[in-house]
């Protein structure tokens, strides 16, 4: 049986008055990757800091794995931040900041760097001067140096080219068959089809849980577009699988635990739906 | 403790943060040391008094130059929030330490005083200089924009804090109720007065020095506690 990581126990966030997440209930396994999936500004984020232990709850526990060794947890955060460090001098400080020694952390940095692509030259710029992309390539790498246990991503391929996204999957693949357990939160459907093995949705403040059959289950919804760009800006809701255009309708295939979410938002701009079915893979 | 120092080290030099105070520093140390011969108790006096107010000005750049975001990374991964802060008031006590040093040694070393300095003395004075030091930190880091998030707010309030933390002599002086607010703010005019004694025939007591001392790192201690918990319930 899966070893459980964290558990979160009847949490509650808030941030002054506003509710952000309420009575959530859920655990992070060994050997097993949850995706977060969910609107906008739903709470995505602080979910995975509540489950990193970076954010103080309102109530409710999370209790952490303690048999064996310490829980070492990788944090990619969402917006990495332009700091006075190059590649090398920054993986430096956070490997001795965990106990690394030198040696092992040179080593650690540059094949990681290879990995990465970045080249000699690359190594020795300042992470206030890389750009979007490569910033975010460095945040996964000091967050897989150490080898964690749960490797938690919020938005982990944001900023990426599809070559470095194709680089950055497998990798999770690997991840994954090592056993690492991993929370992502992430916008790319095909990315959570792909690796995920539980999702859960984030919506009105709650967060539900669906199996691997529910994941595989999904609506088709139609609806009467006036202009192209009102399809274009569905593509990147989380939840969203395919979208084309037949016989004049809009037809969009979603996860069924997205279902709703995805409504609202094609009534909100102001759009007639035709039907919603259920379908199945 | 120690990479984490390091790396804190590094992160605040880079940010050029400290130019400001630090030439702040300089040009008073150059004003005080600029007339010969000067009296031992009222320079120390002032000198902590003034390193006080350079403490709590490093301490209020210093603690904010993290960014949020790598913020959480550095406590993930130094696995305590506790060795976290610690590392960061002990860095910027010792930055503070340095520059108090400087300021002591610099008269001493070019004989500027009316008569030398005794070691008992020099013990003395740093240690008041670091104590002061410590509590301008203590001060300045529960105006923390994670604690306060209006800016404006804090800086006007911790400056008016400081100053009226920093002038304390002359306000008892000038209003006797005053007296009872001197046991709530900042001790600091407390450590200045122990050190205006050494101008004094018969000095204070070496037991007034260690109640005011004591008195002014327990203040210390207890600000500290209360800006680790607060930051702590704050936590992102």
Known sequence: MNKELVVLRNVNKRYGDKLILEDVNLSIVDNQVLSVVGANGCGKSTLLKIIAGLCALSSGTRQVDKTGDTLRIGYVPERFPKLPFTVMEYLFHMGKIQGLAKAHIERLANELCDSFNFSAAMKKIRLSNLSKGSLQKVAVMQAIMIKPHLLIMDEPLSGQDVKSQELFIELLRDFKKSGTAMVLACHEQYLVERIADRVVLVEDQKVSSCSKQAKERFRIICFKAEEQRQITSLERIAGVRRIFTKEGLAVVHVDEVACNLILTRIIAMGLVVESVNAAAE | ?236
Request: proline content about 3%.
């Open chain 2, 1 to 236: 403790m120690r990479n984490l120092m390091l790396y804190m080290l590094q992160y605040y030099v880079r940010s050029y943060r400290y130019v400001s105070v630090l030439v702040v520093f300089i040009i008073c140390t150059a004003l005080i040391y600029s007339y010969k011969p000067i009296s031992l108790g009222s320079n120390y006096s002032l000198t902590c008094t003034l390193m006080f107010l350079v403490s709590a000005w490093l301490a209020a750049g210093f603690i904010e130059v993290e960014a949020i975001t790598q913020q959480q990374l550095t406590i993930l991964y130094a696995k305590s929030e506790n060795r976290y802060y610690m590392a960061k008031i002990l860095l910027v006590w010792l930055l503070s330490f340095i520059l108090s040093s400087i300021i002591i040694v610099y008269p001493v070393i070019f004989d500027f005083f009316v008569r030398p300095i005794s070691g008992p003395e020099l013990v003395g004075v740093f240690l008041a200089h670091g104590a002061t030091g410590l509590l301008g930190i203590a001060v300045a880091v529960l105006f923390e924009a994670r604690l306060i998030s209006n800016r404006r707010t804090a800086i006007l309030a911790l400056v008016a804090l400081l100053t009226v933390s920093a002038a304390g002599i002359i306000l008892i002086k000038e209003y006797p109720f005053a007296t009872y607010l001197s046991w709530i703010l900042p001790p600091v005019s407390l450590m200045a007065e122990e050190l205006m004694s050494l101008d004094l025939d018969e000095p204070t007591s070496y037991f007034s020095f260690v109640v005011a001392m004591g008195y002014s790192v327990l203040y210390s201690g207890i600000l500290l506690v209360l800006y680790v918990k607060l930051m702590k319930r704050k936590l992102f």
